[in-house]
């Protein structure tokens, strides 16, 4: 699969993003939106199954949705720690 070529909007932030950005965008865990994004275009859920740990998995996908105003913070914060890393 050809995932870093692939690009769509992303509702959450509102620009077009890569499929790798949605599989990072949780640090170890995806974006929880990226069954609902991306399964249109590539079998994502399969894709995850394999990669992901039940750990994993249930982290990103077994959670009660946060608020939006603590999920900009949580990205804002998340996209600060790589920028320190790089």
């Known amino acids: 699969m050809e995932k870093k070529r ?3 909007r992303c509702p ?3 620009h077009q993003v890569s499929f790798d950005y949605c599989e990072i965008e ?6 929880s939106r990226i069954i ?5 275009f590539i079998p994502v859920e399969t894709y995850l199954r394999k ?8 982290r990103c996908f077994k ?11 949580e ?3 998340a996209a600060k ?6």
């Open 6 to 8: 692939l690009e769509i």
């Open 12 to 14: 959450k932030l509102g």
């Open 26 to 31: 949780g640090g170890d865990i995806p974006c």
């Open 36 to 40: 609902a994004c991306w399964k249109d």
């Open 51 to 58: 990669k992901l740990t039940p750990e994993q998995w249930n």
């Open 63 to 73: 959670q009660t949705p946060k608020e939006k105003i603590s999920s900009i913070i």
């Open 75 to 77: 990205l804002i914060e």
């Open 81 to 86: 720690a790589r920028q320190n890393k790089a």
